[in-house]
Nanobody, 124 residues
Framework: QVQLVESGGGLVQPGGSLRLSCAAS????????MGWYRQAPGKQRELVAA???????NYADSVKCRFTISREDDVNTVYLQMNNLKPEVTAVYYC??????????????????WGQGTQVTVST
């Protein structure tokens, strides 16, 4: 199964910026969709930003005009640029990618993978 490795989280002051990265392992034939989710303790996991293979983006209302999702297929990486950060965005952020991977024999198979999560904390 394709594994996702996330990085870029950490502690940042209000108004600061972070860029999260999510790198996918294995041989990827194509991507169907990818997105970033977040979950704070005691709260439901929610979609923050999504990107389809056709380049269509979807953002939570609370992050529009501040967060940007993008990808670089040549390095199998999806990013989440976060600007003007506010304390309420503090949470664990998870990458999610759905696509098609190469399996034994060179055949193709669908995959649906989640990252391990990276902590984002906005505080003085």
């Amino acid at each position: 199964q394709v594994q996702l490795v996330e990085s870029g989280g950490g502690l940042v002051q209000p108004g600061g910026s972070l860029r999260l990265s999510c790198a996918a392992s294995g041989i990827i034939f194509s991507y169907n969709a990818m997105g970033w989710y977040r979950q704070a303790p005691g709260k439901q996991r929610e979609l923050v930003a999504a990107l389809t293979s056709g380049g269509i983006t979807n953002y939570a209302d609370s992050v529009k005009c501040r967060f940007t999702i993008s990808r670089e297929d040549d390095v199998n990486t999806v990013y989440l640029q976060m600007n003007n950060l506010k304390p309420e965005v503090t949470a664990v952020y998870y990458c999610h990618i759905v696509g098609v991977q190469r399996i034994r024999g060179g055949t193709a198979a669908d995959f649906d993978s989640w990252g391990q999560g990276t902590q984002v904390t906005v505080s003085t």
